[in-house]
Nanobody, 127 residues
Framework: QLQLVESGGGLVEPGGSLRLSCAASGFTSDSYRIGWFRQAPGKEREGVSSISSSGGSTKYADSVKGRFTISRHNAKNTVYLQMNSLKPEDTAVYYC????????????????????WGQGTQVTVSS
């Protein structure tokens, strides 16, 4: 079954940057969309960004628009989340998730639309 492994988290100062990676393996179809979600201590998990299986459509939460960029490298079966101008409120565990789909141009940051989840990577923004 499809497995996801996140990496790239760490400690960064406010205003800094990190790039998260989500590596996929064990998939039975190359048509799957990927979403990034995060959960801060004491808060519910929220959608951050997503990318369609074609890579042609992306979505972002309002809180990260203009600062985060999602992309996918299909040959490497990897999706990236470039995070710039990081703020303390970006501190959270970041998860990637996947959904097989025939709708190659559609994507969503609704977590209920995803079936497979990684274990998460911690991002801490602090001085």
């Amino acid at each position: 079954q499809l497995q996801l492994v996140e990496s790239g988290g760490g400690l960064v100062e406010p205003g800094g940057s990190l790039r998260l990676s989500c590596a996929a393996s064990g998939f039975t179809s190359d048509s799957y969309r990927i979403g990034w979600f995060r959960q801060a201590p004491g808060k519910e998990r929220e959608g951050v960004s997503s990318i369609s299986s074609s890579g042609g459509s992306t979505k972002y939460a309002d809180s990260v628009k203009g600062r985060f960029t999602i992309s996918r490298h299909n040959a490497k079966n990897t999706v990236y989340l470039q995070m710039n101008s990081l703020k303390p409120e970006d501190t959270a565990v970041y998860y990637c998730a996947a959904k097989y789909t025939n709708s190659r141009g559609y994507t969503t940051i609704n977590e209920g639309d995803y079936d497979y989840w990684g274990q998460g990577t911690q991002v801490t923004v602090s001085s």
